[in-house]
């Protein structure tokens, strides 16, 4: 019997699928209360929350839920 091997593409589609809606909703936050910043200020703000949400929430969560569906 073979062992069932962790799916990067599979991995990388739900993790793609968590990020756009968390990015999504911090640019809606952010722009309009950023209006005069430079892009690259912006982006300083929201990659932190962006990155510390996904290592401490989302892909915790997507290991734990999606664990049969990323092993195959």
């Known amino acids: 019997m073979s062992d069932p091997r962790f799916s990067r593409v ?13 990015v999504t909703a911090l640019l809606y936050l952010v722009l ?5 910043w430079p892009l690259w200020q912006k982006s ?13 929430l989302l892909i915790p969560r997507i290991q734990r839920h999606l664990k049969g569906w990323l092993h195959v």
């Open 44 to 56: 300083l703000l929201i990659v932190p929350v962006v990155v510390s949400t996904m290592i401490w």
């Open 10 to 22: 599979r991995f990388t589609i739900a993790a793609v699928l968590a990020a756009y809606p968390l």
């Open 32 to 36: 309009p209360l950023t209006p005069e």
